[in-house]
C-alpha cells in the first residue's frame, strides 16, 4: 500500500482553533466485517487491532472529568469489540449520547444476534453507510451482497423504532462518492434517497450525510497507483471555501485510537499528525488535561481540504446545506 502521507505535509491550510470540546470520537479497532475501497482506516476481517479494556476506562474518565456530552464509536466494526456493549452502558449510565457508526450488515450477522434491538434500548444513535441506493454501486464500492443485507438490517432497525419523524431513535445515512468527485448537493441527494429507499423497500431515515472521502489510507493509495492523487487533491484545494471553516468537526471534538492516544480528528489519526494542542509526538488520553485543548492551535495538513470543499465534509454530512 502506498503511504500517502509525504504528499499531505506540505500545505498551506489556513491555521485554525479549537472552541468547547464537546465530542470524543472513538476508535474501538480496526477489526471490520467489510473491506470497503473508500475506507480510510484499512479495516478488514484480518485486523486485530482492539482498544483494551484499561484504556476504555480511561476514555470513560477523561470524558467524565470534560464533561463530554457526546461519545462517537467507530472502527472498524466498532460493535466487533468484545467491550462494546459494556462500554455503552456505561457511558449512557452517565449521560452521555452514544453515536454507532455502523456498517449495517453486521446487525444481520448470525454472531451478532440482539445487537439492534441492544441499541434500541440504550437509545443509541445510529449512523450507517450506504454509498448508494443502488444494488450495482453499493456492492461494487463495499462486496457483493452487502446491499440486499443493507437492506434487511435497515428494515429491521425501522421495525424497532429507528428513522421515525418523531427522531427518539435518529437513523442517519452516509454518501460517500463511487470515485475521486465531490458529493453532490446533500438536501437534494437525501431527498432522492428518502424517496427511493420508501418506494421500493418500505426504509425510512432522518438525515442522509454527504462525506467526501480522504485522499489517505485505501482510497488515498488507489489513487496514487492510477496516478490521480494530485488530480483529487487538486479538486479539493481549488473547492476550498472559507466559510466551511466555523463548521468544521475537529473544532469540538477529539479522536482517539484503538491504544488511546489523541489526535485532533480522525483523518489525522490514522495519518499519525500530533494533537496540536501539545508539543508531544504523541498524547496519550490518560495523561490529557482537557483545559490544555482550550482555544489549543489544530494540526493541519493539504488532506483538510477534504473538509472544506465545496459544500464542506464532515462527519455530520455538510457543512453548507446549498452549494452558492
Known amino acids: 500500500m502506498h503511504d500517502t502521507r509525504p504528499l499531505l505535509t506540505n500545505s498551506d491550510f ?15 479497532g480496526y477489526l471490520c466485517n467489510l473491506s ?4 480510510h482506516v484499512n ?22 472529568a470534560a464533561d463530554i456530552h457526546t461519545l ?59 454509498p448508494c441506493y443502488l444494488q450495482e454501486n453499493v456492492d461494487k464500492q463495499r462486496g457483493k451482497g452487502v446491499f440486499l443485507d443493507s437492506l434487511a438490517a435497515l428494515q429491521h432497525l425501522n421495525g424497532l423504532g429507528y428513522g421515525k419523524a418523531d427522531g427518539l431513535l435518529p437513523l442517519n445515512l452516509v454518501y460517500n462518492p ?13 431527498q432522492a434517497y428518502k424517496e427511493h429507499l420508501h418506494q421500493h423497500y418500505g426504509i425510512v431515515f432522518n438525515r442522509l450525510f454527504a462525506i467526501a472521502n480522504m485522499p489517505i489510507q485505501r482510497f488515498g493509495s488507489l489513487l496514487v497507483s492510477q496516478g490521480r492523487f494530485h488530480d483529487y487533491l487538486n479538486l479539493l484545494r481549488n473547492s476550498f471555501r472559507a466559510d466551511n471553516l466555523d463548521g468544521l468537526m475537529c473544532l469540538n471534538t477529539i479522536s482517539i485510537d484503538w491504544q488511546g492516544y489523541v489526535y ?21 488520553i490518560s495523561g490529557l488535561a482537557p483545559e490544555i485543548l482550550n482555544n489549543a492551535a489544530i494540526s493541519t495538513a493539504a488532506h483538510c481540504y477534504g473538509c472544506t470543499a465545496g459544500q464542506g465534509s464532515s462527519c455530520g454530512g455538510a457543512l453548507k446545506s446549498k452549494l452558492s
Request: charged share 20%.
Open 36 to 39: 470497503c475501497v473508500h475506507c
Open 14 to 28: 489556513p491555521a485554525i482553533v479549537r472552541k468547547p470540546l464537546e465530542i470524543l470520537q472513538v476508535n474501538l
Open 72 to 130: 462517537d464509536l467507530t472502527g472498524g466494526a466498532p460493535e466487533m469489540h468484545p467491550n462494546f456493549r459494556q462500554l455503552v452502558e456505561v457511558a449512557r449510565g452517565k449521560g452521555m449520547k452514544v453515536i454507532d457508526r455502523c456498517n449495517l450488515t453486521i446487525l444481520e450477522d448470525p454472531d451478532y444476534a440482539g445487537l439492534a434491538e441492544f441499541l434500541a434500548e440504550q437509545q443509541v444513535e445510529i449512523i450507517a453507510s450506504l
Open 178 to 190: 463511487q470515485d475521486a468527485a465531490l458529493p453532490p448537493d446533500q438536501a437534494g441527494l437525501e
Open 264 to 284: 485532533d480528528c480522525d483523518f489525522n489519526q490514522m495519518l499519525a499528525m500530533p494533537l496540536g494542542a501539545t508539543a508531544k509526538p504523541r498524547q496519550h
Open 43 to 64: 479495516a478488514g476481517p484480518k485486523r486485530t487491532e482492539l482498544m483494551s479494556l484499561e484504556t476504555l476506562q480511561q476514555v470513560l474518565a477523561f470524558a467524565e
